[in-house]
């Protein structure tokens, strides 16, 4: 009794999650893929709860494979809590499905610190859907810029609802950047934010701001600056080293990183000044802080520069500020979810609509596939028709001139007197004798033996002799003349060079077969490793390393080999038996040269 009721508590624990595993949001979207976060100490390393972390999640071949059944401009997307039911606000920064590549922020309500088992789902596969993207509405109330330089023209435009919008530019905007579009500044531009009611720091809330920063030397410049009447909140660069600075009337506070950053490369730089604390974190961890007694700033924010001495020269991504104080794990999670090695999200599986059949191995093979491997495959393929074709036809034009041979072969060895008695040119001209036996004699007999190359050997073989004797035929003769050696040479050299041209008849085509042999293996090797290689690449340029992201297109790439070898294979197997069947038939054809010629020989001696 105890054992059943432990088995049936396990049965009602597993309950839950099987009802979550055969749950789906709606059914009008036919595909999902799974999204998780790792923030345990192997992954993000974040041990608190944060909330409302508009968390970046890159799609690109390396961890999806299934834009094609998505919109052109990916409209039909939706974000789902971990519920399989409550909608969360997102948009998309960039969606290209020429280039598979795709950018999204996704609002998440909570991800729980130390843990890898939270989840979101993404729905796509419906393209009656109309758009559902928030830009607003993936940044909290709490969230009062945010500048993601997507724009290919003009002024930069803040995401969040209060639309703090530039109101000067001098930065280039560049469509390549950490995070899809960026702004580059050489030391004289700058981007200014006037003052508004929500782009200020307030004593009693606190103020947060943050950018990703890549510089290729070091310098003395000001990333950003919130500035009012001689009070300044300062993040900036001294030499290869980040700073924060608070002047707020008394003396300033300034907080400077001990370790340098490494040039050339992007870094998360942010800043804090709340409850009576100026912090600054690099790389989301934070590296000094130290007690300031705040005062109300609500002027201009600046990126680039607050005076001409203090120029930026760098790349600049992501700016935001918050009108309060973000935690540090917030920070941390922003951070860890944004970079090109973001360790934040896990990308799993894709899955699809219970009713509409699961993809078999081999679609999801067909779906990774990328427009080199379909070009080799479908040259694989073209080859293998073709050899397919050649072996079908060869097999049934060798079948005919076998019963043929053996036709011809049993009556000639029924002659017991003329043996030139069988050549009959009632039914066919000498000249279409005088060719080898064709695919052309698929479509039926040309004569008594249809396709034997006997009979040709055969019928050269006393055209010859006819010429070496009196009259129109021997048998119209009353004296048997007699053949010297030279003129049996003569009628065996005749036949020999028959044989040689039946033998190139037979043999003709088959070198298609080898090309398929050798070539198809070589071809789809070829695919694999400019699959691979694209693979690769791809995982390099999102930054997302983990199983999920190989298999698919490893598998997609190895495809390319399995189709030259589908081709190769049967292509072998198929060369080697009609070879022997031509063999054999070959050497049918020398042993019946001597026995005719020695027949002759032995008439006419």
């Known amino acids: 009794m105890k054992i059943a009721f432990k088995l049936l508590l396990l049965f009602l624990a597993a309950l839950p999650q099987v009802a979550s595993a055969a749950s789906w949001w709606n059914n009008d979207w036919k595909y999902r893929k799974e999204i998780g976060f790792d923030l345990s100490p192997t992954g993000a390393d974040v041990a608190a709860t944060p909330t409302d972390v508009p968390i970046l999640v890159r799609l ?172 300044e909140l300062t993040l900036g660069i001294d030499g290869s080293k980040f700073f924060a600075e608070a002047k707020f009337g008394g003396t300033p506070v300034t907080l400077t990183q001990t370790a340098d950053f490494t040039l050339s490369q992007w870094h998360h730089v942010a800043l804090t000044a709340g409850s009576g604390k100026l912090t600054l974190y690099v790389d989301g961890v934070s590296v000094a802080s130290a007690p300031v007694t705040l005062a ?42 944004q970079g090109m090695d973001a360790n934040l999200v896990v990308y799993g599986t894709d899955g699809q ?36 074709v050649i072996m079908f ?43 080898a036996p064709s695919m052309s004699s698929l479509a039926g007999d040309q004569n008594k033996y249809g396709a034997s190359t006997l009979y040709r050997l055969y019928h050269h073989g006393v055209r010859e002799l006819n010429k070496r004797v009196a009259g129109p035929t021997v048998s119209a003769q009353r004296a048997t003349p007699i053949l010297s050696h030279q003129s ?14 039946l033998q190139q008849s037979l043999s003709s085509q088959m070198v298609l077969l080898t090309i398929a042999i050798s070539g198809g293996p070589f071809l789809g090797l070829l695919g694999t490793v400019i699959g691979v290689m694209i693979t690769f690449a791809a995982i390099a340029l999102s930054g997302d390393v983990n199983v999920n992201a190989i298999a698919p297109g490893t598998a997609a790439a190895l495809a390319a080999t399995v189709a030259g070898l589908s081709v190769a294979i049967p292509a072998l197997f198929g060369y080697n ?24 020989a032995e008439q006419y001696s």
Not at 64 to 82: C, E, H, M
Request: charged share 20%; hydrophobic share 40%.
């Open 60 to 231: 690109s071949l390396a961890n999806f494979s299934y834009f094609n059944d998505t919109k052109p401009d990916g409209s039909d997307f939706r974000l789902i809590a971990s519920d399989d039911k409550t909608p969360l606000k997102f948009h998309f920064e960039k969606y290209d499905p020429q280039s598979q590549i795709a950018l999204l922020w996704v609002r998440v309500p909570q991800i729980t610190g130390g843990s890898k088992t939270d989840k979101i789902y993404a729905y796509y596969g419906n393209p009656d859907a109309p758009t559902a993207a928030d830009v607003a509405g993936t940044y909290d109330a709490s969230q009062v810029l945010a500048l993601s330089f997507s724009e290919t023209s003009g002024l930069p435009l803040d995401s969040t609802a209060y639309k703090n919008n530039p109101s000067a530019s001098t930065a280039v905007l560049t469509p390549a950047s950490l995070i899809a579009g960026g702004a580059k500044l050489s030391g004289k531009e700058s981007i200014t934010i006037p003052a508004t009611a929500s782009l200020r720091l307030l004593p009693n809330q606190g103020f947060t701001a943050s950018a990703w920063v890549r510089i290729e030397q070091a310098q003395k410049s000001i990333v950003l600056s919130l500035a009012d009447q001689g009070k």
């Open 353 to 388: 609509k219970e009713g509409g059949g699961q993809s078999s191995y081999f679609v999801t093979i067909a779906k990774n596939l990328t427009i080199d491997g379909w070009f080799v495959i479908g040259i694989c393929m073209a080859m293998l028709v073709v050899a397919l």
């Open 393 to 435: 036809i060869k097999a049934i034009f060798l079948s005919r001139v076998e019963r043929a041979n053996l036709k011809f072969l049993r009556d000639f060895r029924k002659l017991s007197g003329d043996a030139t008695a069988l050549d009959d040119h009632s039914t066919i001209e000498d000249d279409e004798l005088d060719d």
């Open 577 to 600: 038996w009609l070879n022997t069947r031509i063999k054999a038939i070959s050497a049918d054809n020398r042993v019946f040269v001597d026995e005719f010629v020695t027949r002759v």
């Open 488 to 501: 049996t040479d003569a009628i065996r050299a005749a036949m020999d060079a028959t044989m040689t041209r």
């Open 296 to 337: 109300e700033i609500g002027g201009t924010l600046t990126i680039g520069a607050a005076n001409a001495s203090q120029f930026f020269a760098g790349d600049v991504d992501e700016v935001e500020a918050a009108k309060v104080v973000r935690s540090a794990d917030w920070i941390k999670a922003s951070a860890r979810g």
